[in-house]
């Protein structure tokens, strides 16, 4: 048995890690594993922290789902969103600089990021716009001395964009499963989810770090709250 799991930085496991654990160890305490430990199964867990709805959807629909037995996706807050970047350079790096200053200035960095790019395919591309944090809308793209993102969030974007979104998101997703016949759980993190989901993770009893992130005790009774949905 084969179990897909996809979403941010809750189903990722950031907040569990500690400085001096080693890969394996951390990653064994995160819900995903916990879960293909109880049944038997293998695990992949395509998640990463900062991801967009349209990120995990996109990164969803790249994987070669009819491998899965079970798959499982974690929705996110419907703000966010993500820009492809050719030139590859994270965009809280460059510092609202273009690439050829990027060059100029920092001749080593860019070396170490062009020697990373021609090794990657371009979904290491895809750079996250994160509104709760600043630095993360830092795209390097200015327009009348602001970043575009900046004035995105406060002239254009609108929460009922966000709403629309996320639902043609989650519309999008449910219906793929359901056409390949798929066995899946879907759950959110965002507090003001309409979304008929099967868990809203954000409104648990789920215990947090500092950071908002679910602790190893979390990460426990996430997998017992799904397990009983399989």
Same mark, same amino acid.
């Given at each position: ?9 809750? @189903? ?33 867990? #395509? ?32 703000? %966010? ?13 460059? #510092? ?11 001749? @080593? ?6 020697? #990373? ?56 997703? #449910? ?35 500092? @950071? ?11 997998? %017992? ?6």
């Amino acid at each position: 048995m084969k179990l897909l799991f996809v979403g941010d930085s809750w @189903t990722w496991g950031d907040g569990i890690r500690k400085p001096h654990e080693k890969k394996g160890e951390w990653e064994e305490k995160r819900f995903s594993d916990i879960i293909g430990r109880k049944i038997g199964a293998e695990v992949v867990n #395509k998640s990463i922290c900062g991801l967009s709805n349209h990120a995990i959807t996109r990164i969803l629909l790249e994987q070669d789902l009819e491998q899965y037995d079970y798959i499982f996706i974690q929705f996110t807050y419907p703000a %966010r969103t993500e820009f492809f970047d050719v030139t590859g350079i994270p965009h809280n790096a460059r #510092k609202k600089t273009t690439l050829e200053h990027f060059k100029k200035n920092k001749p @080593t960095k860019y070396e170490k990021f062009k020697k #990373k790019l021609d090794n990657e395919v371009f979904t290491s591309r895809w750079q996250n716009i994160l509104p709760h944090f600043f630095r993360w809308m830092e795209a390097g793209f200015i327009l009348d001395g602001r970043e575009f993102y900046e004035q995105w969030y406060e002239e254009i974007y609108h929460d009922e964009m966000g709403r629309v979104d996320e639902m043609l998101l989650y519309n999008l997703v #449910k219906t793929k499963l359901t056409l390949l016949n798929k066995k899946h759980v879907i759950t959110t993190i965002f507090p003001r989810s309409s979304l008929p989901v099967d868990i809203n993770l954000s409104k648990g009893k789920y215990p947090l770090d500092k @950071t908002n992130h679910p602790t190893h005790m979390g990460h426990i009774m996430i997998s %017992r709250d799904i397990m009983k949905l399989l």
